[in-house]
């Protein structure tokens, strides 16, 4: 099926937020998506404000089973497609406290993603986000 999130997207930083703001914010992101098989690769790099880089990623399948993750505050994903333009997910850590619904959506022109998320995070506080992607 089709799926419009393929290709590269950079977080445009002024027009994302989180509730609380993070202690150490993400200064630059950059995501490449591939297709694979019935799913995704995704491939994350950039910087938080005190230099430290940002390299992780996963491979999943949109079935909504658990895929492992790195380099993120989860290791964990979950993630299925709704249609071409619109993909939930669900992302957790083993063992830990974080844990987010997630919705994506991508704007009908096909140049923005907004990335809607809810839940609790790392120190188990309730916590929400809404993160724009521009399309490279």
Same mark, same amino acid.
């Given at each position: 099926?089709?799926?419009?999130?393929?290709?590269? !997207? &950079?977080?445009?930083?002024?027009?994302?937020?989180?509730?609380?703001? /993070?202690?150490?914010?993400?200064?630059?992101?950059?995501?490449?998506?591939?297709a694979?098989?019935?799913? /995704?690769?995704?491939t994350?790099?950039?910087?938080?404000?005190?230099?430290?880089?940002?390299?992780?990623?996963f491979?999943?399948?949109?079935?909504? &089973?658990?895929?492992?993750?790195?380099?993120?505050? !989860?290791?964990?994903?979950?993630? &299925?497609?709704?249609?071409?333009?619109?993909f939930?997910?669900?992302?957790?850590?083993?063992?830990?406290?974080?844990?987010?619904?997630?919705? /994506?959506?991508?704007?009908?022109?096909?140049?923005?993603?907004?990335?809607?998320?809810?839940?609790?995070?790392?120190?188990?506080?309730?916590?929400?986000?809404?993160?724009?992607?521009?399309?490279?």
């Amino acid at each position: 099926g089709a799926d419009n999130s393929i290709g590269t !997207w &950079k977080r445009n930083i002024e027009k994302s937020k989180s509730t609380p703001p /993070v202690t150490n914010p993400i200064t630059s992101l950059t995501i490449v998506l591939e297709a694979v098989d019935g799913g /995704v690769k995704e491939t994350v790099t950039g910087q938080r404000k005190d230099s430290t880089p940002i390299n992780g990623g996963f491979t999943a399948k949109y079935d909504g &089973k658990e895929y492992p993750v790195t380099g993120a505050p !989860w290791d964990t994903i979950s993630i &299925k497609q709704i249609d071409a333009n619109t993909f939930t997910s669900e992302t957790k850590k083993t063992d830990g406290k974080y844990h987010m619904t997630n919705r /994506v959506v991508i704007s009908k022109d096909g140049k923005t993603m907004t990335l809607t998320s809810k839940g609790t995070n790392a120190d188990g506080k309730p916590s929400t986000g809404k993160y724009i992607y521009e399309k490279q």
